[in-house]
């Protein structure tokens, strides 16, 4: 059995602003209309032999995983939540140990959940490949033949053909070189971009890992006796899982062992890594631009303009990114794409929001959007799905005013339920318990009003909920 292990972790800083920490790139449709998550599982349907997935994730994201699982008819064999990230060898580990109780040995193939491939064929073709390698007890990577001289990939070695045929012993794994050694590189032929796709069998990985990493086996192994099911999530156990050391599959095992193989994949494949990036794999016009939203352009070439709530006009310019989202606007030279998260740094330092939130933030109930806001009050369209409900809830700091425009709700205030039609409203004071709820078959949208003395986020008081938050 072959069980796809998908890392979804990560929060893509380099393609800010459409990217941010509560809702980051592998969870957006950058290409197409499916989120970049969803493509990653998709992709795998034709392929014989591949079970239901592990998705890797964690706590902030894990609501909206499971809803784009369901609604591409996927069920995963497990969504797994890191209390803290220990990058990918605790994750892949605690993966493996998961996948054993379901498998004598399964076979573990592993994918970050942000990558495009253009064409599966040549990958199914890498994967049968690896996969009668790790049937054999081989530790498999994928290593990606280079288009151009890149510095910021790692890059593997390429050793001895094994058993004649396409795969090589890895020689060895050296860091993101610098731009002339990079183009030696790949002038050389001898090397590859390291991708993190993997495949090896569950007990073999846990193996090398007990051998050159043992207290990562420890810990993950505790992690997920201790785990406990919660709803459609898996939690690892936050005491071990904690306890774990940091430490990449790379580091950890794949440089170190001798049962390692590389796979040359050439299929088309692209990290997403930097808006730079999007431009080369998206669609262009006739002046090679990549457009999208209300774009307008005269004398523009070359270049990346992205909108979603308003107009771009675009004189003149040539290889710039130009990314307008509700509460930003990134414009940058598409050869300093790799340079965005320096700013995603500023804004942490300076504790914006616009580090970590859109002015859509998404629930596992639906989601709001503000719309304005001031010293004393904010006003915020929210969105119920059908049969969905928020917590029974309190505020110590303001009261809310909510004005239906779509759909019907039943509104718990302290002892009373009140239903409420388009156009009708009411009034939540401070301190009272209420409740949000949506009976019906269409999505539910209201207009909130909220004033007080403090209006965080964090002013709630759940008495109960159905996500278990």
């Known amino acids: 059995m072959v069980i796809p292990v998908i890392l979804a972790g990560g929060s893509g800083t380099r393609l800010w602003p459409l990217s941010r920490e509560l809702h980051p790139k592998q969870l957006i449709g950058l290409i197409d209309e499916y989120t970049m998550l969803q493509n990653t599982v998709l992709r795998l349907a034709g392929f014989e032999g591949v079970g239901r997935p592990i998705v890797i994730c964690n706590e902030n994201h894990r609501f909206m995983v499971a809803e784009q699982l369901r609604s591409i008819g996927i069920d995963p064999l497990a969504i797994m939540l890191e209390p803290v990230g220990r990058n990918t060898a605790p994750a892949l580990a605690a993966a493996a140990c998961k996948a054993l109780e379901i498998d004598e040995n399964p076979t573990l193939l592993v994918l970050p959940a942000d990558h495009t491939i253009a064409h599966t064929d040549k990958l199914y073709d890498a994967m049968r490949e690896g996969l009668a390698l790790a049937e054999s007890g081989r530790l498999i990577t994928f290593g990606i033949v280079p288009e151009s001289a890149e510095t910021g990939y790692g890059y593997i070695r390429k050793g001895a053909p094994v058993n004649g045929g396409d795969a090589v012993i890895i020689d060895r794994f050296v860091e993101k070189p610098d731009l002339d050694t990079a183009k030696a590189y790949v002038d050389s032929g001898d090397y590859c971009w390291n991708s993190g796709m993997f495949m090896f069998g569950s007990r073999e990985v846990l193996g090398e890992l007990e051998r050159f990493a043992p207290e990562i086996v420890t810990s993950c192994r505790e992690a997920v006796a201790k785990g406990a099911a919660d709803l459609d999530f898996f939690r690892l156990d936050s005491n071990a899982f904690s306890a774990c050391p940091e430490d990449s599959i790379?580091?950890?095992?794949?440089?170190?062992?001798?049962?390692?193989?590389?796979?040359?994949?050439?299929?088309?494949?692209?990290?997403?890594?930097?808006?730079?990036?999007?431009?080369?794999?998206?669609?262009?016009?006739?002046?090679?631009?990549v457009v999208k939203g209300d774009v307008i352009t005269?004398?523009?070439?070359?270049?990346?303009?992205?909108?979603?709530?308003?107009?771009?006009?675009?004189?003149?310019?040539?290889?710039?990114?130009?990314?307008?989202?509700?509460?930003?606007v990134l414009v940058a030279?598409?050869?300093?794409?790799?340079?965005?998260?320096?700013?995603?740094?500023?804004?942490?330092?300076?504790?914006?929001?616009?580090?970590?939130?859109?002015?859509?933030?998404?629930?596992?109930?639906?989601?709001?959007?503000?719309?304005?806001?001031?010293?004393?009050?904010?006003?915020?369209?929210?969105?119920?799905?059908?049969?969905?409900?928020?917590?029974?809830?309190?505020?110590?700091?303001?009261?809310?005013?909510?004005?239906?425009?779509?759909?019907?709700?039943?509104?718990?205030?302290?002892?009373?339920?009140?239903?409420?039609?388009?156009?009708?409203?009411?009034?939540?004071?401070?301190?009272?318990?209420?409740?949000?709820?949506?009976?019906?078959?269409?999505?539910?949208?209201?207009?909130?009003?909220?004033?007080?003395?403090?209006?965080?986020?964090?002013?709630?008081?759940?008495?109960?909920?159905n996500y278990g938050r």
């Not at 979603?308 to 310019?317: D, F, L, T």
């Not at 509104?411 to 339920?417: A, H, M, N, S, Y």
């Open 250 to 289: 790379d580091y950890a095992v794949m440089e170190k062992t001798d049962k390692g193989v590389m796979i040359a994949l050439s299929a088309g494949w692209n990290d997403v890594g930097s808006w730079d990036a999007i431009w080369h794999i998206g669609k262009k016009d006739e002046n090679g631009n």
């Open 298 to 328: 005269h004398d523009v070439s070359s270049s990346l303009l992205q909108g979603e709530s308003r107009m771009i006009a675009a004189v003149g310019i040539e290889d710039m990114i130009v990314v307008e989202t509700k509460d930003a």
């Open 333 to 465: 030279p598409r050869d300093r794409g790799q340079d965005v998260k320096k700013i995603v740094s500023q804004l942490k330092a300076d504790t914006r929001p616009e580090a970590q939130l859109h002015t859509v933030v998404y629930r596992p109930w639906g989601s709001y959007e503000g719309i304005d806001n001031a010293d004393r009050f904010q006003v915020k369209r929210i969105t119920v799905k059908p049969g969905a409900e928020l917590s029974l809830q309190k505020h110590f700091h303001r009261a809310e005013h909510w004005v239906v425009v779509r759909g019907t709700a039943i509104v718990t205030r302290d002892e009373e339920k009140i239903l409420l039609k388009e156009d009708e409203s009411t009034y939540i004071s401070l301190g009272t318990v209420h409740r949000l709820e949506n009976p019906g078959k269409i999505p539910l949208e209201l207009i909130e009003v909220q004033s007080g003395s403090y209006l965080g986020e964090d002013d709630i008081v759940r008495l109960e909920d």
